[in-house]
T-cell receptor, first 110, second 112 residues
Framework: GQQLNQSPQSMFIQEGEDVSMNCTSS?????WLWYKQDPGEGPVLLIA?????ELTSNGRLTAQFGITRKDSFLNISASIPSDVGIYFC??????????FGAGTTVTVRA | NAGVTQTPKFQVLKTGQSMTLQCAQD?????MSWYRQDPGMGLRLIHY???????DQGEVPNGYNVSRSTTEDFPLRLLSAAPSQTSVYFC???????????FGPGTRLTVT
């Protein structure tokens, strides 16, 4: 399968901080998706990106589809405690085949 | 709508046993997929189906069988469980010509 490199692997957030994470691929994708997974739950779709250069927001979340079609980033602004979880990027060249990154684990800084 | 449902939530098997993980969706989605999630790794595609009667292999299909006799159901069968199949299994579905897959809550499987 396709290899996606997602970074950072983990991060600590303080309430009110802006945080960002990114994903790169050796292959071109037609779509980039960002999911969030809470403990014991399935991934939930946050944002879908369909065009190179596209910048899309969903509340405090903003994601961009890289111009080369090989990367994407996700920003969370003014983080709150419920932002903790695992964030996954996923890329797709076919409708029914998603390739996932290994995830970024977001936890609250004590 | 219940969305995508999976049963059981947890399962423990002994090596060599067989079992079926159930997945159902009530959204009339054409596409359904099975993924496994292992620690430190993203989800990996096991099998997928683009409609009733049509299935195909994903990235890690060995040791698993699927069938799709109805639009709603997409069961995953483990023929002879191995410890390497200890994982969390997720079923997902989407409408035709869409990239936006929606996931069930998962089945946590342990093979001893």
């Amino acid at each position: 399968g396709q290899q996606l490199n997602q970074s950072p692997q983990s991060m600590f957030i303080q309430e009110g901080e802006d945080v960002s994470m990114n994903c790169t691929s050796s292959s071109i994708f037609n779509t980039w998706l960002w999911y969030k997974q809470d403990p014991g739950e399935g991934p939930v779709l946050l944002i879908a990106l369909y065009k190179a250069g596209e910048l899309t927001s969903n509340g405090r979340l903003t994601a961009q589809f890289g111009i080369t079609r090989k990367d994407s980033f996700l920003n969370i602004s003014a983080s709150i405690p419920s932002d903790v979880g695992i964030y996954f990027c996923a890329g797709s060249a076919d409708y029914y085949k998603l390739s996932f990154g290994a995830g970024t684990t977001v936890t609250v800084r004590a | 709508n219940a969305g995508v449902t999976q049963t059981p939530k947890f399962q423990v098997l002994k090596t060599g046993q067989s079992m079926t993980l159930q997945c159902a969706q009530d959204m009339n989605h054409e596409y359904m997929s099975w993924y496994r999630q292992d620690p430190g790794m993203g989800l990996r595609l096991i099998h997928y189906s683009v409609g009733a009667g049509i299935t195909d292999q994903g990235e890690v299909p060995n040791g698993y069988n699927v069938s799709r006799s109805t639009t709603e159901d997409f069961p995953l069968r483990l023929l002879s469980a191995a410890p390497s199949q200890t994982s969390v299994y997720f079923c997902a579905s989407t409408v035709a010509d869409s990239y936006e897959q929606y996931f069930g809550p998962g089945t946590r499987l342990t093979v001893t």
